[in-house]
């Protein structure tokens, strides 16, 4: 009988140079590069176990059996597991968030990491950091980024083996935060997933692409000099791009609801009065805003005020993806 077990956790991550669309689908390898931070706050454990006796994968997600369109990703990753391992053995996987899924939050960035490191973990497989950071990205392309530590780098690469994510300054480089305005807790209408297939029907996507590693190059100085007025600028400028291409796109995703403008603008007030903080959106409507830690206070406390705010989660800078 074959047997296995491990649990593993990961957290998400925020992009502060975003990744949207892939120049292949299925291995997701992506149009650019992107650079993001770990959010410590934030994780997913996942135990895997392979048992001979298990008809079938199943996958229970924060105590609900799930079925379907989210099973069918589990089991393309246990595929390549079990592929790698010469094993052809049913899992079950068991799957728990500390925060809520589907609002932009990168649920699926934690989930892919924690199911890559659990799945191999179990199967007896030994892979290292860029490995892991492969099989990942076979999931969620973001979950490449919750392999490694702290401030992270993901390479687009041209093929399966180059592209994978990398740390290039541990969580301890700088002591940033990130806030999270909360402003609807509710599933969004289009995931990534889909999301990724509609950028290149933007005509503003070229121009995005094309100035990518510009802007990798200036976030990633900012990172390494911790300075906060150049990183506000290139992050704001990439999310802005990001959601043009979305908005401009056929057919056109709107992420943002009002409340997520009332945020964009209160945090650009507040930065011109000397608060450092600024914001970052992925795909749904709740607004990261990202300040030096030491302002974690006030800047979470001013978002409970902006109307529309549902509650604010705060997270610092987190570490890699680990066993427990
Ligand atoms: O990894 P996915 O398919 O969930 O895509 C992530 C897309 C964004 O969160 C919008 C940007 C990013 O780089 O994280």
Same mark, same amino acid.
């Given at each position: 009988?074959?047997?296995?077990?491990?649990?593993?956790?990961?957290?998400?991550?925020?992009?502060?140079?975003?990744?949207?669309?892939?120049?292949?689908?299925?291995?997701?390898?992506?149009?650019?590069?992107?650079?993001?931070?770990?959010?410590?706050?934030?994780?997913?454990?996942?135990?895997?176990?392979?048992?001979?006796?298990?008809?079938?994968?199943?996958?229970?997600?924060?105590?609900?059996?799930?079925?379907?369109?989210?099973?069918?990703?589990?089991?393309?990753?246990?595929?390549?597991?079990?592929?790698?391992?010469?094993?052809?053995?049913? @899992?079950? %996987?068991?799957? +728990?968030?500390?925060?809520?899924?589907?609002?932009?939050?990168? /649920?699926?960035? &934690?989930? #892919?990491?924690?199911?890559?490191?659990?799945?191999?973990?179990?199967?007896?497989?030994?892979?290292?950091?860029?490995?892991?950071?492969?099989?990942?990205?076979?999931?969620?392309?973001?979950?490449?980024?919750?392999?490694?530590?702290?401030?992270?780098?993901?390479?687009?690469?041209?093929?399966?083996?180059?592209?994978?994510?990398?740390?290039?300054?541990?969580?301890?480089?700088?002591?940033?935060?990130?806030?999270?305005?909360?402003?609807?807790?509710?599933?969004?209408?289009?995931?990534?997933?889909?999301?990724?297939?509609?950028?290149?029907?933007?005509?503003?996507?070229?121009?995005?692409?094309?100035?990518?590693?510009?802007?990798?190059?200036?976030?990633?100085?900012?990172?390494?000099?911790?300075?906060?007025?150049?990183?506000? @600028?290139? %992050?704001?400028? +990439?999310?802005?791009?990001?959601?043009?291409?979305?908005?401009? /796109?056929?057919? &056109?995703? #709107?992420?943002?609801?009002?409340?997520?403008?009332?945020?964009?603008?209160?945090?650009?007030?507040?930065?011109?009065?000397?608060?450092?903080?600024?914001?970052?959106?992925?795909?749904?409507?709740?607004?990261?805003?990202?300040?030096?830690?030491?302002?974690?206070?006030?800047?979470?406390?001013?978002?409970?005020?902006?109307?529309?705010?549902?509650?604010?989660?705060?997270?610092?800078?987190?570490?890699?993806?680990?066993?427990?």
């Amino acid at each position: 009988m074959t047997t296995g077990t491990a649990t593993a956790q990961a957290h998400p991550n925020i992009a502060f140079i975003k990744y949207w669309g892939n120049k292949d689908q299925e291995l997701r390898i992506p149009v650019n590069g992107s650079l993001s931070m770990n959010l410590d706050g934030l994780f997913t454990q996942t135990t895997v176990t392979f048992n001979t006796f298990f008809p079938k994968d199943s996958l229970t997600l924060n105590n609900k059996p799930i079925t379907g369109a989210g099973l069918d990703r589990v089991t393309g990753i246990l595929d390549l597991v079990r592929q790698r391992a010469g094993m052809n053995t049913s @899992a079950e %996987v068991r799957s +728990d968030n500390n925060f809520p899924t589907g609002t932009g939050i990168a /649920s699926s960035a &934690a989930a #892919f990491a924690a199911l890559a490191l659990a799945a191999s973990t179990a199967a007896g497989l030994h892979l290292d950091e860029q490995q892991l950071s492969i099989l990942a990205r076979r999931g969620s392309g973001s979950a490449s980024r919750s392999i490694p530590g702290g401030f992270v780098e993901w390479q687009a690469g041209a093929d399966n083996d180059d592209s994978y994510a990398f740390s290039f300054a541990p969580a301890e480089h700088w002591n940033l935060a990130d806030c999270i305005a909360v402003i609807s807790s509710e599933h969004k209408p289009t995931i990534s997933s889909q999301g990724h297939t509609l950028a290149s029907t933007s005509p503003l996507q070229a121009a995005r692409i094309a100035d990518a590693p510009r802007r990798i190059d200036i976030c990633r100085q900012a990172i390494l000099n911790c300075d906060f007025e150049a990183l506000a @600028a290139i %992050v704001e400028l +990439d999310s802005d791009m990001m959601h043009a291409v979305m908005m401009t /796109s056929t057919p &056109a995703l #709107f992420y943002w609801r009002p409340a997520t403008l009332a945020v964009i603008q209160a945090v650009r007030d507040w930065r011109s009065e000397g608060l450092p903080v600024c914001y970052t959106i992925d795909a749904g409507p709740n607004v990261h805003v990202l300040c030096p830690q030491e302002y974690v206070e006030t800047t979470a406390n001013r978002l409970r005020t902006v109307d529309g705010v549902q509650e604010v989660l705060v997270s610092k800078t987190g570490g890699p993806a680990k066993l427990v």
